[in-house]
């Protein structure tokens, strides 16, 4: 896999915007689950 | 129209300008960059016109003239990727490009390609900077007021400022990969980053060590401002003073002791697009930074 | 004020003459920490970047041991309410500040002695830069250790979380330290390396001078 990132350097801007954006997603995730929790708490 | 929204469209276009510009040089680049290393073929983009067999007249984007010997050309306007011979003083062609997009990124030495990453790495630490600055803010007012919602704020904006941080840490690091070998070097930036990582980290171990709601909260305060205090000298000063392989090390050859961001590296156009992922990392921080203190707020007051 | 914190530097002092406990731990710590780096080494020789940084990280995790106990003591003895009846929070702070530095001063010299005496390949070229070095290193080290000290007194789990939270401020200092040490032991003289003084100093008075100002919040319950 390195060889082919090595090779196509845009590939790796890209693997660095994925990483960036995998990190802030997961991040809005947890909120989302969070909030979910409590919007359950209200119901009971 | 709604914030969310507007983010969104904001960093459809922040990517699309950041993958779509091709890099160009210009023609003294390639003279200079022949003179260090003679196989770097530099793209440049340009016109071209025939002066006799195989002899064009070649003018760059910046308007430096040079003569251009290649066989088999087809388009007069593209990329043209570039070798220069210095005894003959001409330029040979070695690839060619069909460019349509008006815009062009500069060619920043040792990166090419790879320079776009300066529009996402770069815009993440500032913004984990941004968090932590925010985070000493509300320390500060806590620490004045005694309002728990100020303690709330700080944690919250320590966490998305440590998250940022973590990313741009784990992207420098891929960087660091493709252009210096290894994934890890102890160069001075990287050891910033990293100590600025652990201070971070024992903020959240000081917190989860106090039970007393509200001497967690003023002593946490306490150290939010302790630790922001020390991180402009991590990440403004001390890589700048010392040598080290980052761009804006103390030896670096072409932006020494600033960096392509502070100095001259980039075009005005590769500025654009930075600042526009600047505006787009720090709204988006603030989107999630306004969402985490209503869901903790709703869960103080549920508790 | 100044007078004051030397009467409260004066009563540290004699408390711990009268029962020697940090001071006597802090002994052992380096006795021991110094035997065993003999029997792992053995007669083997190791560089001059090693001796530096093994110096340092004993003198480092010595003062763990040691500059924490200034605020902690008081809080396990109970006499943190009578002092904070008798002066003012800045008083305080710079009498604990202080004792921490003599503290500190004395433990380096202390660590330099026996690691001179027993670790063999320790030779150091310029002994000027050496013992600056010393004096400005127990200067920053103290600096920030001392704020950091207030703060875990007041935690639950003061053992484990001092070195988690002084480590990483104390860190960039110990780098310039074990730097400056390397080039004593070369024997590079002090001009080449008095911006690296300048970066401790700096760094060291902007940490105390946040301190100070943070430490009325902490002290104040």
């Known amino acids: ?44 | 129209m709604k914030l969310k929204y507007f983010i969104g469209i904001l960093f459809v276009l922040v990517i699309l300008l950041s993958f779509i510009p091709k890099i160009s040089g210009n023609l003294t680049d390639v003279k200079f960059y022949s003179t260090i290393d003679t196989t770097k073929i530099i793209p440049v983009k340009g016109v071209i016109s025939e002066i006799s067999n195989n002899l064009y007249k070649f003018i760059d984007k910046d308007g430096n003239e040079g003569r251009l010997y290649a066989s088999n050309i087809t388009n007069k306007e593209g990329i043209f990727y570039l070798k220069y011979n210095e005894y003959e003083n001409y330029f040979t062609l070695k690839k060619f490009e069909n460019n349509t997009f008006f815009i062009t990124f500069p060619f920043i030495p040792g990166l090419e390609e790879k320079a776009r990453i300066i529009l996402f790495h770069v815009p993440v630490a500032w913004v984990s900077v941004l968090a932590f600055l925010i985070s000493m803010f509300y320390g500060i007012r806590y620490l004045k007021s005694e309002n728990f919602e100020f303690d709330v704020k700080s944690v919250n904006s320590a966490s998305l400022g440590f998250l940022f941080c973590i990313l741009a840490t784990v992207t420098g690091s891929i960087w660091a990969r493709f252009n210096w070998g290894s994934f890890w070097n102890w160069d001075p930036r990287e050891t910033s980053i990293f100590i600025l990582l652990l201070i971070y980290a024992a903020y959240f171990a000081l917190r989860s060590a106090i039970e007393v709601e509200e001497k967690k909260a003023k002593l946490s305060a306490v150290y939010s401002i302790i630790a922001f205090v020390t991180v402009p000298f991590f990440i403004f000063i001390l890589p700048r003073i010392t040598s080290g392989l980052h761009p804006g090390s103390a030896d670096d050859v072409a932006s020494p002791g600033g960096g392509p961001v502070i100095k001259s590296g980039m075009s005005f156009e590769m500025r654009i697009v930075f600042f526009l992922s600047l505006i787009a990392f720090t709204l988006l921080f603030f989107w999630i930074f306004i969402l985490r203190n209503r869901v903790t707020e709703l869960e103080r007051k549920k508790i | ?221």
């Open chain 3, 1 to 221: 004020m100044i007078k004051e914190s030397f009467f409260i530097l004066k009563k540290d002092y004699k408390s711990e003459l009268r029962n020697r406990y940090s001071f006597n731990s802090l002994l052992l710590f380096v006795i021991i920490t110094i035997t065993i780096l003999l029997f792992s080494l053995g007669l083997e020789d190791i560089s001059l970047d090693i001796h530096a940084g093994l110096f340092w990280i004993i003198v480092f995790f010595a003062a763990t041991n040691g500059l924490s106990r200034t605020f902690v003591s008081e809080e396990e003895r109970g006499t943190t309410l009578v002092l904070k009846l008798i002066s003012e929070s800045g008083t305080i702070f710079l009498g604990k500040l202080l004792f921490n530095l003599c503290l500190m001063l004395l433990l380096s010299l202390f660590v330099f002695i026996l690691y001179l005496f027993f670790m063999n390949g320790f030779l150091i070229k310029n002994y000027f830069l050496f013992f600056v070095t010393i004096i400005f290193g127990s200067f920053g080290l103290s600096s920030a250790s001392t704020i950091i000290a207030a703060i875990i007194s007041k935690a639950s789990n003061k053992g484990t979380l001092y070195p988690i939270l002084s480590f990483p401020i104390l860190l960039p200092l110990l780098i310039i330290l074990i730097g400056l040490t390397k080039s004593s032991m070369i024997g590079k003289s002090i001009i080449n390396e008095l911006n690296q003084f300048l970066l401790i100093i700096s760094y060291s008075g902007i940490l105390i001078t946040v301190s100070f100002l943070l430490f009325d919040f902490i002290w104040k319950d």
């Open chain 1, 1 to 44: 896999m390195f060889s082919l990132l090595e090779q196509n350097s845009l590939f790796v801007v890209l693997l660095v915007v994925l990483i960036i954006w995998i990190g802030i997603y997961y991040e809005i995730i947890k909120l989302e689950k969070r909030l979910k929790k409590i919007e359950k708490k209200d119901e009971d």
